[in-house]
Nanobody, 126 residues
Framework: QVQLVESGGGLVQAGGSLRLSCAAS????????MGWFRQAPGKEREFVAA????????YYATSVKGRFTISRDGGKNTVYLQMNSLNGEDTAVYYC???????????????????WGQGTQVTVSS
């Protein structure tokens, strides 16, 4: 079992930055693929970013590429999402997710993840 706890959400003005953290506990290791997803009111949960177990492969949704950066600190079992140049479209509940890696596959669909955090609210004001 893996437990995930997100933190770092809040209210920020458009153009500002936030850094989300996802602390993992339980059976965690570098073989876990980690992802960030978000869900805005009335919309489906969507992929934001993901990072491979060793941290060498990064994946981003087109809408956040160049503005968001995903990283992981293996020693702290923590994954981060640095979000810059935020705009109103980024307002959502952000969720951290984890799953075991299989080979070199990448995982960008929420259905592919078995472990989820409780979510943290990010609100961008104009």
């Amino acid at each position: 079992q893996v437990q995930l706890v997100e933190s770092g959400g809040g209210l920020v003005q458009a153009g500002g930055s936030l850094r989300l953290s996802c602390a993992a506990s339980g059976r965690t290791s570098s073989t876990y693929f980690m992802g960030w997803f978000r869900q805005a009111p009335g919309k489906e949960r969507e992929f934001v970013a993901a990072i491979s177990g060793g941290g060498g492969n990064l994946y981003y949704a087109t809408s956040v590429k160049g503005r968001f950066t995903i990283s992981r600190d293996g020693g702290k079992n923590t994954v981060y999402l640095q979000m810059n140049s935020l705009n109103g479209e980024d307002t959502a509940v952000y969720y951290c997710a984890a799953r075991l890696s299989v080979g070199m596959r990448r995982y960008t669909n929420s259905d592919e993840y078995g472990y989820w955090g409780q979510g943290t609210q990010v609100t961008v004001s104009s």
